[in-house]
T-cell receptor, first 114, second 113 residues
Framework: NAGVMQNPRHLVRRRGQEARLRCSPMKGHSHVYWYRQLPEEGLKFMVY????????ESGMPKERFSAEFPKEGPSILRIQQVVRGDSAAYFC????????????FGDGTRLSIL | KQEVTQIPAALSVPEGENLVLNCSFT??????LQWFRQDPGKGLTSLLLIQSSQREQTSGRLNASLDKSSGRSTLYIAASQPGDSATYLC????????????FGTGTRLQVTL
């Protein structure tokens, strides 16, 4: 009974490179959420997706960040031209239904920018 | 805009003590409130979820209460153990969003031998 799977667990990038973070939801879950945890801060919502649709991206930075959840395969959070301030833990959560179903979290991807 | 505050930010207690963690939120229009545990370098483990119509939920040594009108929740941990050492986060799901959880910054708990 696999939980939410995120990979890689740790990712190191140099400034200006691209970072791709992957999230496979729990079996039977079709709703995916991405959150970011900056050092010494709480988790902040970024984006909510269903298969092939972005439902709520109110927490996404306007530039360089994008997310997708294709019909087949994992959800991808993509950060272009990374900067030092992107260093954070990025968590993915999934739920079987709309947002008021409990969200189950993965172990996160720790992104470090050199 | 919903804001969630957790007090205290850090807590150290000897093993066996009962303790209370506090969470307050500014907007009482919520669907539910969830308590999570986060271990260092790990993800979040859901402990308890309280629907807005409920007053409390219990799981083993944990009891969470919700007073929606006053914007407060408490997590009570009975007979604490060193294995309870972790950061505890509360998060609310506001009505009208049905998606994004708003998290507090957590209480870092250490249970000593």
């Amino acid at each position: 009974n696999a939980g939410v799977m995120q990979n890689p667990r740790h990712l190191v990038r140099r400034r200006g490179q691209e970072a791709r973070l992957r999230c496979s939801p729990m079996k039977g879950h079709s709703h995916v959420y991405w959150y970011r945890q900056l050092p010494e801060e709480g988790l902040k919502f970024m984006v909510y997706l269903q298969k092939e649709n972005i439902i709520d991206e109110s927490g996404m930075p306007k530039e360089r960040f994008s997310a997708e959840f294709p019909k087949e395969g994992p959800s991808i959070l993509r950060i272009q031209q990374v900067v030092r301030g992107d260093s954070a833990a990025y968590f993915c959560a999934s739920s079987p239904g709309q947002g008021f179903s409990p969200q189950h979290f993965g172990d996160g991807t720790r992104l470090s920018i050199l | 805009k919903q804001e969630v505050t957790q007090i205290p930010a850090a807590l150290s207690v000897p093993e066996g003590e009962n303790l209370v963690l506090n969470c307050s939120f500014t907007d009482s229009a919520i669907y539910n409130l969830q308590w999570f545990r986060q271990d260092p370098g790990k993800g979040l483990t859901s402990l308890l979820l309280i629907q807005s119509s409920q007053r409390e939920q219990t799981s083993g040594r944990l009891n969470a209460s919700l007073d929606k009108s006053s914007g407060r929740s408490t997590l009570y941990i009975a007979a604490s153990q060193p294995g309870d050492s972790a950061t505890y986060l509360c998060a609310v799901l506001a009505t009208g969003t049905a998606s994004k959880l708003t998290f507090g910054t957590g209480t870092r708990l250490q249970v000593t031998l």
